[in-house]
Structures are given as C-alpha cells and as structure tokens.
C-alpha cells in the first residue's frame, strides 16, 4: 500500500531552523516528483517546493533563499530543509507525491501532514 508519512514539524522561533522528512512506501518515489505544500488557517493548500528524480528543483517565490528541498532516491525519502523561519511560515505541511504523464497527473499520493509553528 502506497504511504507517504512525514516527521520533524514543530515549534522553532523566528529566524530558526526545521528540518521535514517525508519517507515514501509502495513503490510511489522513483519516478515521481516529490514535493511539499503548506495550508495555513483559512488558507488554501500552496505548493512550497518540489523536486523530480533528476534533481530539478522548483520553489514558491516566498521560500527562495530560505527553504531547501532535496530528496534520497537510495531511501525514497524528501528533505525540506527550512532555515530564516518566520512566523507566516507557520502552516501545516503536506508531503505530495505526484506521477506526471506530460502536463496530466496521472497518480497522486498525500502524507497526513506535520504541523510547523513559527513564533516567539
């Protein structure tokens, strides 16, 4: 059965560091882009950063310089490295897994999402 579960959310104070995992099960990594989205309160699901298999990275404008995400093909696992953290970074962040067949999205796969909580 296909899973994606995340790990390292968490409270950090402004301008501090938190590192996401995401380890993939059921064959869903290899050959899928893998990514992180965030859903603040009263707010709607938005893509922070993906990457594909090759390394190709793609990031919201409001995460550039700040937010790293990298991925272990050998462990099936996606990193989100979050660094100069601020307080509208808090969100719940969702691992996705996504397997495109050119601009069609063909399978798609959600974690349960890790709370991040950025304050003082």
């Known amino acids: 059965q296909a899973q994606l579960v995340e790990s390292g959310g968490g409270l950090a104070q402004p301008g501090g560091s938190l590192r996401l995992s995401c380890a993939a099960s059921g064959g869903i990594f290899n050959n899928y882009i893998m990514g992180w989205y965030r859903q603040a309160p009263g707010k709607q699901r938005e893509l922070v950063a993906d990457?594909?298999?090759?390394?190709?990275?793609n990031y919201a404008d409001s995460v550039k310089d700040r937010f790293t995400i990298s991925r272990d093909n050998a462990k099936n696992t996606v990193y989100l490295q979050m660094n100069s953290l601020k307080p509208e970074d808090t969100a719940v962040y969702f691992c996705?897994?996504?397997?495109?067949?050119?601009?069609?999205?063909?399978?798609?796969?959600w974690g349960q999402g890790t709370q991040v909580t950025v304050s003082s």
């Open positions: 996705n897994a996504r397997l495109m067949g050119g601009t069609l999205i063909l399978d798609s796969y």
């Open positions: 990457i594909k298999r090759t390394g190709s990275t």
